[in-house]
């Protein structure tokens, strides 16, 4: 073979250049990872006894108020009053949805199989671009052990199957958090002396996109590689993150975060993609923050005589923010949501009914940050106590186990109000908890390379906004679901470091390919486990609790126990 022969057939391309991959090579994982999630979810919906209807058993959360204001939009009517007190992103989408799987004005009832389906499919692409930032942050070893983690996560199965706004939220922080990595990948983070090139072939062999033809050493990258520009892809991460914000308001906080690291990593490169996000995340803020205003003031016009004081106008994507931080920060507060917290915090008020003329619900609605500040200050020890009880209930969330019976945890647990289930046995948490802590100081040696250390911050400010939620409202389960990526990375990371232990340093790694067909084989024999278990026959479960006032029904606002029949 002559010397031209041997270097190609090293390189695997012409003239030394090594071969890059097709772009169809390059999305099959994803796509497959998204099928065998979508698959998953699928099979734990079909199995639930009350797949067809709209409510579930194992999730309550805002439920209610997403079917009467999507049915409402669908129908034509006005929801919450004229007054955004809940932000309107899944709203809109869920009426998006009902449209399309053929819900009319005239329905009442509706089989809300369909919806919940294509729920469970933008459920399955969080968890295909989870395996994508994963890669990013701790490279493949890790990421493929933390795929059957994401993808038979038993919180998320319910999350992903339940008419909710989580785990559609998750989704588009998700692909926020991997864009900004793929920015600051691509020109943010200066070129080391040896240039840019040299500084792409050295990093090809961890996670993400590798070097491409003709990126030697020594060689002047591209200031982008191939796919969109940046203005354009900055452009489109502020959109999206303005859907997220329109989904959940506490997005904006991340968003806040997610630009200061990039301006951290970048400074004054950073400027324009930072300029193009915001303006991207105006483009949808900005009508529905005028929209508000000429609502509200509408309202003010109409009950002038009746309100203490007019209503604030201006309001970014929801203004029930005062009235929950009020409500989550006194003397009645427990750290997980009460029914009754504002019956206490606003005696006298007509049962039920949120109405603003009432002075004291007005103050909490218009000052409520201001009054939850002033408790927190003059009783920093209960507040204190407070918080460590707030995270408390959102990390039961740990507790939560995989596949459909929710291993090794089980299917007898309770509902919390406006929550969703968890387990009555907690042990796994305390070790799934310990196994974080060890995926930690794994990781702490895999984040020196500057590429997944910054991936790893932009994921860590969604983790940081998600957190200091939870601490300035409720600790709600459903909540530590949205830190669950964080979870299943820094859980794969220690068992990995497991696995090395186990092996032994004087053993070689096992190749790539083979990691990666054990774990494909893994994942196939669960889907199959999975699909035996649906084919089992229906879940149902008894329920118990406190009964609603002169009726022989539950009360699904109030905490309720749940056991599973079979």
């Given at each position: 073979?002559?010397?031209?022969?041997?270097?190609?057939?090293?390189?695997?391309?012409?003239?030394?250049?090594?071969?890059?991959?097709?772009?169809?090579?390059?999305?099959?994982?994803?796509?497959?990872?998204?099928?065998?999630?979508?698959?998953?979810?699928?099979?734990?919906?079909?199995?639930?006894?009350?797949?067809?209807?709209?409510?579930?058993?194992?999730?309550?959360?805002?439920?209610?108020?997403?079917?009467?204001?999507?049915?409402?939009?669908?129908?034509?009517?006005?929801?919450?009053?004229?007054?955004?007190?809940?932000?309107?992103?899944?709203?809109?989408?869920?009426?998006?949805?009902?449209?399309?799987?053929?819900?009319?004005?005239?329905?009442?009832?509706?089989?809300?199989?369909?919806?919940?389906?294509?729920?469970?499919?933008?459920?399955?692409?969080?968890?295909?671009?989870?395996?994508?930032l994963a890669r990013r942050v701790a490279g493949r070893t890790v990421a493929l052990v933390a795929l059957p983690l994401s993808i038979f996560s038993f919180g998320h199965y319910v999350q992903s199957t339940a008419i909710n706004a989580e785990s559609s939220f998750l989704l588009l922080a998700l692909t926020v958090v991997l864009g900004w990595s793929l920015v600051a990948e691509r020109c943010l983070q200066p070129a080391p002396a040896g240039g840019a090139g040299a500084d792409l072939k050295a990093g090809a062999a961890g996670p993400g996109p590798v070097a491409g033809p003709g990126l030697q050493a020594g060689a002047r990258a591209p200031r982008l590689a191939a796919g969109p520009g940046l203005p354009a892809m900055a452009g489109v991460l502020g959109l999206l993150a303005g859907a997220a914000a329109l989904m959940r308001p506490e997005f904006l906080l991340t968003m806040s975060l997610l630009l200061i690291v990039a301006l951290l990593l970048g400074r004054r490169r950073a400027l324009l993609p930072a300029a193009l996000f915001l303006l991207g995340a105006l483009v949808l803020l900005a009508p529905w923050t005028l929209h508000c205003r000429r609502n509200i003031a509408a309202v003010n016009r109409a009950n002038a005589e009746r309100l203490p004081r007019p209503l604030p106008e201006w309001v970014l994507v929801s203004a029930g923010g005062p009235l929950n931080f009020a409500t989550a920060n006194n003397d009645h507060a427990s750290g997980a949501f009460d029914t009754r917290l504002i019956e206490k915090l606003a005696p006298g008020r007509p049962a039920l009914e949120l109405d603003l003329a009432h002075a004291e619900i007005h103050r909490l609605y218009v000052d409520g940050y201001a009054v939850g500040a002033r408790w927190m200050l003059a009783n920093p020890s209960r507040?204190?106590?407070?918080?460590?009880?707030?995270?408390?209930?959102?990390?039961?969330?740990?507790?939560?186990?995989?596949?459909?019976?929710?291993?090794?945890?089980?299917?007898?647990?309770?509902?919390?109000?406006?929550?969703?289930?968890?387990?009555?046995?907690?042990?796994?948490?305390?070790?799934?908890?310990?196994?974080?802590?060890?995926?930690?100081?794994?990781?702490?040696?895999?984040?020196?390379?500057?590429?997944?250390?910054?991936?790893?911050?932009?994921?860590?400010?969604?983790?940081?906004?998600?957190?200091?939620?939870?601490?300035?409202?409720?600790?709600?389960?459903?909540?530590?679901?949205?830190?669950?990526?964080?979870?299943?990375?820094?859980?794969?990371?220690?068992?990995?470091?497991?696995?090395?232990?186990?092996?032994?340093?004087?053993?070689?790694?096992?190749?790539?390919?083979?990691?990666?067909?054990?774990?494909?084989?893994?994942?196939?024999?669960?889907?199959?486990?999975?699909?035996?278990?649906?084919?089992?026959?229906?879940?149902?479960?008894?329920?118990?609790?406190?009964?609603?006032?002169?009726?022989?029904?539950?009360?699904?606002?109030?905490?309720?126990?749940?056991?599973?029949?079979r």
């Open positions: 073979m002559s010397a031209r022969a041997r270097r190609r057939s090293e390189t695997g391309g012409p003239a030394g250049r090594p071969s890059a991959p097709s772009r169809s090579a390059q999305w099959r994982p994803f796509v497959l990872v998204v099928l065998a999630a979508w698959a998953a979810r699928a099979l734990f919906l079909l199995r639930q006894s009350d797949a067809r209807g709209p409510a579930s058993v194992l999730y309550r959360g805002d439920t209610p108020f997403y079917l009467e204001s999507a049915l409402a939009m669908v129908q034509g009517r006005p929801y919450d009053s004229g007054i955004p007190f809940h932000p309107p992103g899944f709203t809109t989408l869920l009426a998006a949805l009902l449209r399309l799987t053929g819900v009319s004005a005239a329905q009442e009832g509706f089989d809300a199989l369909p919806a919940k389906l294509i729920l469970g499919l933008l459920g399955a692409l969080a968890i295909g671009v989870f395996f994508l507040a204190l106590a407070l918080f460590a009880r707030k995270l408390d209930l959102a990390f039961d969330a740990l507790a939560l186990g995989y596949l459909q019976g929710n291993l090794p945890g089980g299917l007898t647990g309770e509902r919390r109000p406006v929550d969703q289930f968890v387990p009555r046995a907690r042990a796994f948490r305390w070790a799934q908890a310990a196994l974080c802590l060890l995926g930690i100081v794994h990781l702490r040696g895999v984040l020196a390379d500057r590429r997944r250390r910054a991936a790893a911050l932009f994921l860590a400010a969604h983790g940081l906004a998600t957190l200091l939620a939870i601490l300035a409202f409720f600790g709600y389960a459903r909540f530590g679901m949205l830190l669950a990526p964080i979870f299943w990375l820094l859980l794969a990371a220690g068992m990995t470091a497991i696995f090395g232990w186990l092996r032994g340093p004087g053993r070689a790694a096992p190749p790539r390919l083979s990691a990666g067909r054990a774990v494909a084989g893994l994942i196939g024999l669960l889907l199959l486990v999975e699909t035996l278990s649906a084919a089992s026959g229906s879940q149902a479960f008894e329920l118990s609790g406190d009964y609603l006032p002169g009726t022989r029904r539950i009360n699904p606002d109030d905490r309720v126990l749940i056991q599973a029949r």
